[in-house]
């Protein structure tokens, strides 16, 4: 047995190392590939869960923009997948790299096993192109790991059959109970919250969706300058991802005031030190909203849509867009609510990469 396991991107890393982590437990033949894209952040992170690539398509220096991604991973993968022989790909997510990669195996006639199945917001252009994504590989794969019975029912509303589902968890919650075991978390607080006082409000704003990015930005960012000026005892931190459009948005809106920081984008064992302080995140990302529900952490999100439904049925978050007004009067009101979030299960117990080889091992 030879299991693929493919990411291209920084949350497609952190979901998938548990995984990895497992199936080298159990001394699995595992071939990882990695689209390249992103390179920078992802060194680190693989780095950090320890994670071997044997093959690099280095996507970042030849493909800019969707189409020109699409076209050139499709030729590189089907190319490489027709020589290393693999018994089943896994792919993570709903990333153009995961679509193409499951469209390339189900070419050759690989079994593709897709891990976080099943997440649907109902619209095809929110999030774009994620939501046309995951509805293919769905169509794709040979095994759907659901991470919630939401996402089942959602699975089996389009026709797929019980018996091709499996309820895991989501792996975020295993990755998370893997950095906290760290000592260099354990061991280690960022310098810049050392100049933060437990008095100080810390809000942790996160924002890189394509449809977030241009006009909803600014408007996100007047937020901002509103609540600063309007809160004097909060603090807000901006890990800024490099996405050159992102940056056009920044300068066409300056926050002129020292306590709004736009920060380098940061280490995971970095940032979940800003997790662990941050008293409200602000986020349209998908993946922190099941980090702060695992973590029981305040969380408003920046989006009209969200496959995260169960995070809405259970009342942890509300979906906000990015209307400033919004933005302004729910901040001030979750900050002015002394009461703490407990953590939702959700998500899992931290035990998905073992059931998800529980079941390969049974193919």
């Given amino acids: 047995m030879n299991i693929g396991i493919l990411f291209g991107t920084r949350p497609e890393i952190i979901k998938l190392a548990p995984v990895y982590k497992e199936l080298q437990n159990r001394a699995i033949p595992t071939t990882v590939i990695h689209t390249g894209q992103h390179e920078e952040l992802a060194s680190s992170m693989l780095d950090l869960f320890q994670i071997k690539v044997d093959y690099n398509l280095k996507s970042m220096h030849h493909a800019p923009g969707l189409a020109a991604l699409t ?5 590189h993968l089907s190319k490489l997948l027709r ?26 006639k690989i079994p593709v096993y897709h891990v976080e199945a099943g997440l649907r917001s109902f619209d095809m252009h929110n999030p774009f192109p994620e939501e046309l994504n995951r509805k293919q590989i769905s169509a794709i794969a040979t095994h759907h790991f659901a991470p919630t ?29 893997t950095i906290r075991a760290l000592s260099n978390y354990q061991n280690s607080t ?34 901002i300058h509103q609540l600063l000026v309007v809160e004097p005892n909060i603090i807000v931190l901006f890990p800024a991802h490099p996405n050159p459009k992102l940056q056009e948005s920044i300068e066409a809106f300056s926050v002129n005031n020292e306590r709004f920081k736009i920060l380098s984008p940061l280490g995971y064992v970095e940032f979940q030190h800003l997790l662990d302080r941050c008293d409200l995140i602000l986020t349209d990302s998908g993946g922190l909203q099941e980090e702060a529900a695992a973590l029981g952490k305040k969380l408003l999100v920046l989006r009209t849509k969200t496959e995260r439904q169960e995070l809405l049925d259970s009342d942890f978050t509300e ?3 990015t209307d400033p007004k919004k933005i302004v009067e729910a901040t001030h009101r979750v900050l002015s609510n002394a009461s703490k979030k407990m953590p939702l299960s959700v998500y899992g117990d931290g035990n998905t990469a073992k059931k998800i080889v529980d079941h390969l091992l049974t193919r």
Avoid: C, M, W
């Fill in 71 to 75: 076209e050139y991973l499709l030729h």
């Fill in 83 to 108: 020589t290393i022989k693999l018994d089943a790909l896994i792919v993570q997510g709903d990333t153009t790299s995961a679509y193409v990669g499951a469209l390339a195996a189900f070419y050759l």
């Fill in 149 to 177: 019975t939401q996402a089942i029912h959602n699975l089996v509303n389009e026709g797929i059959s019980e018996d091709a589902i499996t309820l895991t968890g989501n792996t975020v919650v295993d990755a998370l109970k």
């Fill in 190 to 223: 960022p310098s810049l919250l050392s100049s933060i006082s437990q008095e100080d409000k810390l809000v942790l704003l996160t924002l890189h969706r394509r449809e977030n990015i241009g006009k909803p930005f600014i408007q996100v960012l007047k937020a």
């Fill in 319 to 321: 979906l906000l867009g």
